[in-house]
């Protein structure tokens, strides 16, 4: 498991259907090291601190295996790493890899996996698509956040490394699938 790019974004503001929308969605590739202080990387920003960022989604990640998918999905020939408003870009690092609770090393920061991710309506807005949230849902590609254990710097190219796994904690994936199967819109 590795970090392919690391990614911040300041918050900006765009128009979605009519009307102006302040998001910090919008994330670049940073080469160096990047330090973790709090609850935020150096450079990164979010909008709405009440549903992003904090304690429990300090660090968005998202697998690079799933970027081939969403370029044929979408009919694109390119998506930049960041594109889908991740501050870690992986390689190796799956949601049916990623346990609730693991805890791993990347650089000198340790992080803890907390949840995955449930995106609002600014994914819709950033691909300027009204299906977007719906497609990332049904897909199962997620992604998962992280939240901090102790500070440090991390960047591109650093491996992740495992440190603990709690007894019968379940998977990203497994979490996915029981709120597909509770949610009636994704029943096929």
């Not at 709405?48 to 304690?55: F, L, N």
């Not at 697998?63 to 390119?78: A, F, Q, V």
């Not at 049916?96 to 803890?112: W, Y």
Request: net charge neutral; aromatic share 8%.
């Amino acid at each position: 498991m590795r970090v392919i790019s690391l990614n911040v974004g300041e918050v900006r503001t765009i128009l979605w259907e009519g009307r102006e929308v302040r998001t910090g969605f919008q994330k670049r590739p940073v080469h160096g090291k990047v330090a973790l202080r709090g609850v935020n990387l150096e450079g990164d920003d979010q909008a709405d601190r009440t549903v992003h960022g904090g304690t429990g989604k300090t660090i968005y990640v998202y697998p690079s295996e799933h970027y081939p998918y969403w370029r044929k999905e979408l009919e694109r020939r390119s998506l930049d790493w960041g594109a889908f408003g991740e501050n870690l870009t992986t390689s190796g690092w799956l949601e049916s890899t990623a346990h609730l609770g693991d805890v791993v090393r990347i650089g000198t920061a340790t992080l803890e996996i907390t949840q995955p991710r449930r995106p609002c309506y600014k994914l819709n807005a950033i691909f300027a698509r009204p299906d977007m949230v719906e497609r990332f849902h049904r897909s199962g590609r997620s992604g998962f956040y992280l939240g901090p254990v102790s500070e440090g710097e991390m960047g591109e190219g650093d491996p992740i490394e495992l440190l603990s796994r709690k007894a019968d904690a379940p998977s990203i994936s497994d979490i996915l699938e029981a709120e597909r199967k509770d949610d009636p819109t994704t029943r096929t």
